[in-house]
């Protein structure tokens, strides 16, 4: 018999498998895709993804962190690229701090070697979730190859199956739940810049690039074969969108006009155009996130955000350790930890969902402006005189573990007070 049976094993299904296998539990881990550890994988989204503190504490956690890191690319800044002009480089903190530029596919990997390496944790791929039974708390699958194949999986069950989690799904179909998506306007496809001929990085690899252009923008990071991944974040439909992007001349065009250097860098941009998808970016907030004492939700089953703040993985984590921890002070029961660990994380996956959409304004908008540069060096300046007092809201985002309400708050009361003295200044001098 099963103690747990965790549905989806992506970055936060197998990161919760292996704590609760560490802590002796007995896990089910069931997964509809084949195991990424041994031959191809499903083309998915995001190739590499930013790992920052929040997501390395976790790591830590469960011995993981050395092995990851070993496998990142630090990025201590943002390297902006405007239309014209040379480069700038922003720093993301005044103490050479970094984000992590990870594979997915290598954390994912990890994470489920780390799960398969505490014997009590049962991987189970090609098993896709089909049904749920909330009042006994017992899974569904079928073979995902070909819809054959039922088996009852019984037991505590964790959704961990991503922004359209089928267990959350089950769980929307009783009264009184709430559910919301909403989606941008806009989409994200993804392009690759491959390694130069002596296998080195194109661009400076410490560093994520970003082309601002007002309504929309793209992004690269480093990988650690030399290569970027490059994603485009372009609206679907209007005048500068997917949407008129339909040929070959069209997307050289467009390119050519707006990302003039990044050209020379995609050799292969056409092939990338047309045969990578257009991912929608969806923010889905639910509630209650668990039922009872048989069904608890995590990740992006949870709270799907937009990817702009690069936290939704280390959110992920988060909400693991938060988990976990309930458990181990609840002794257990689950009917006590579930509701102590929702009312725990809902109010900052609210924060970080609303930060994210915020920070997509500020990184396709404003980052290029130079009162914005201005702002972020005031800001730096104030951290660096007042460490304690003023710390910016990246800072305490990406590299603090300030539960993201907290911090989304502090940077509010931050930015009123130092307007405040602004005002003040402004007042004496005239
Ligand atoms: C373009 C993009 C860039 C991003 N960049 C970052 C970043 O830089 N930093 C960051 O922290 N986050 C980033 N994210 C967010 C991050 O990818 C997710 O928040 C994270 O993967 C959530 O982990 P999860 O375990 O909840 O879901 P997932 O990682 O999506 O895992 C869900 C798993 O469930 C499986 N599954 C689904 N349905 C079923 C079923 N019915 N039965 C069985 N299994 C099932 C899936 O195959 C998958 O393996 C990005 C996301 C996108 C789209």
Redesign the pocket.
């Known amino acids: 018999m099963n103690e747990f049976v965790i549905?989806?094993?992506?970055?936060?299904?197998?990161?919760m498998a292996t704590l609760l296998g560490r802590s002796g539990r007995r896990v089910e881990l069931?997964?509809?895709?084949p195991d990424?550890r041994s031959g191809p994988v499903?083309a998915?989204?995001?190739i590499?993804?930013?790992?920052?503190t929040r997501?390395l504490h976790a790591l830590e956690e469960i011995g993981l962190r050395e092995q990851v890191l070993g496998m990142a690319i630090p990025l201590h800044g943002r390297m902006i690229h405007p239309m014209r002009g040379p480069l700038a480089f922003q720093p993301y903190g005044t103490h050479g701090q970094a984000?992590n530029?990870v594979s997915?596919l290598g954390l994912?990997q990890a994470l489920l070697g780390a799960a398969e390496a505490t014997g009590t944790v049962r991987l189970r791929f090609l098993?896709?979730?089909?049904d749920l039974d909330p009042e006994s708390g017992e899974v569904l699958?079928v073979d995902?190859r070909n819809g054959l194949g039922e088996e009852r999986h019984p037991g505590i069950v964790i959704g961990?199956?991503?922004?359209?989690?089928?267990?959350r799904g089950h769980l929307q179909k009783r009264e009184r739940h709430d559910y919301s998506q909403t989606y941008l306007s806009h989409g994200?496809k993804?392009l690759h810049i491959p390694p130069a001929e002596d296998g080195s990085h194109r661009l400076e690899r410490h560093a994520l690039h970003i082309w601002p252009r007002g309504g929309y923008m793209m992004m690269a990071?480093a990988n650690v074969d030399g290569s970027f991944t490059v994603?485009l974040y372009l609206a679907f439909e209007g005048p500068e969108s997917f949407h008129w992007l339909r040929a070959p001349e069209d997307v050289s065009r467009f390119f050519e006009r707006t990302f003039p250097d990044a050209v020379p860098l995609l050799p292969g941009l056409h092939q990338d155009f047309f045969a990578n998808p257009i991912?929608s970016?969806v923010t889905i907030r639910t509630r209650p996130w668990h039922h009872e004492g048989t069904v608890a939700l995590?990740?992006?089953?949870?709270h799907?955000?937009?990817?702009f703040?690069?936290?939704?993985?280390?959110?992920?984590?988060e909400?693991c350790l938060a988990l976990s921890g309930a458990l181990t002070r609840y002794s257990g029961d689950c009917a006590r930890a579930f509701p102590a660990y929702e009312a725990d994380r809902r109010p900052h996956a609210d924060a970080i969902a609303d930060l994210a959409i915020a920070n997509f304004q500020e990184m396709r908008d404003k980052v290029a402006s130079p009162l914005f540069r201005l702002e972020k060096r005031a800001e730096a300046l104030l951290h660096r005189l007042f460490p304690d007092w003023f710390v910016p809201l990246y800072t305490m985002i990406s590299f603090s573990r300030i539960p993201y309400a907290e911090a989304r708050d502090r940077a509010a009361r931050q930015r009123r007070a130092v307007r405040g003295i602004g005002l003040g200044l402004l007042l004496l001098v005239l």
């Open positions: 549905v989806g094993a992506g970055l936060g299904g197998s990161l069931l997964e509809r895709r990424p499903e998915g989204r995001s590499n993804l930013a790992i920052s997501g984000i530029s997915r994912n098993r896709r979730c089909v699958t995902a961990a199956d991503g922004a359209w989690s089928a267990v994200y993804e990071m994603t991912g970016l995590l990740g992006d089953a949870a799907a955000i937009v990817p703040f690069g936290q939704g993985a280390n959110a992920a984590f909400d």
